[in-house]
């Protein structure tokens, strides 16, 4: 696996897609885009990402939509909401249909490469902390395995 962490950035306006494509490139991240919530959805079934940044308003669909349509696909991806219509309502529905980060539009580069890294680390935090759950569950269960009593066997 990489250490360049895989992007896909989903926004039907093609200059926006263009422009955060490039700045994320330039600080060494693996972009792909998309246009619309379909064909990022299909992208997610084929492709390994890290992190979606995520337009709220999309031609076929609410960019939240897309965050229940890939929930049992890709589970560990970070999902970053990207509006240009900021208001608390859709602030609350994003978070509770599973997105991570919210960044309003025009954003600012430095605060969405920030939210970018932070969400990177915190997905890097999570693996981490999973990895050292599955040693300690076969460490346990091998220690329980040597002290479990052989089992008797009987003669007929």
């Known amino acids: 696996m990489s250490d360049q962490a895989r992007i896909l950035v989903i926004d039907d306006d093609e200059n926006?897609?263009?422009?955060?494509?490039?700045?994320?490139?330039?600080?060494?991240?693996?972009?792909?885009?998309?246009?619309?919530?379909?064909?990022?959805v299909k992208k997610t079934q084929k492709?390994?990402?890290?992190?979606?940044?995520?337009?709220?308003?999309?031609?076929?669909?609410e960019g939240t939509e897309i965050l229940a349509k890939i929930r049992d696909t890709t589970p560990k991806i970070?999902?970053?909401?990207?509006?240009?219509?900021?208001?608390?309502?859709?602030?609350?529905?994003?978070v509770n249909k599973g997105a991570d980060a919210y960044i309003m539009k025009p954003f600012d580069?430095?605060?969405?490469?920030?939210?970018?890294?932070?969400?990177?680390?915190?997905?890097?935090?999570e693996r981490k902390f999973s990895e050292e759950r599955v040693a300690e569950f076969i460490e346990t269960r091998v220690k329980e395995m040597d002290y479990e009593e052989p089992k008797s066997t009987e003669k007929r």
Do not use: C, F, W
């Open 16 to 40: 926006i897609t263009k422009v955060v494509a490039v700045i994320l490139s330039d600080k060494g991240y693996n972009v792909d885009t998309a246009r619309s919530g379909n064909e990022a």
């Open 47 to 61: 492709n390994h990402y890290d992190l979606m940044l995520i337009d709220i308003k999309l031609p076929d669909m």
């Open 109 to 125: 580069v430095e605060k969405m490469l920030e939210t970018v890294k932070e969400q990177l680390e915190k997905q890097k935090q």
């Open 78 to 94: 970070r999902k970053v909401i990207v509006t240009g219509y900021p208001t608390l309502n859709n602030a609350v529905a994003a």
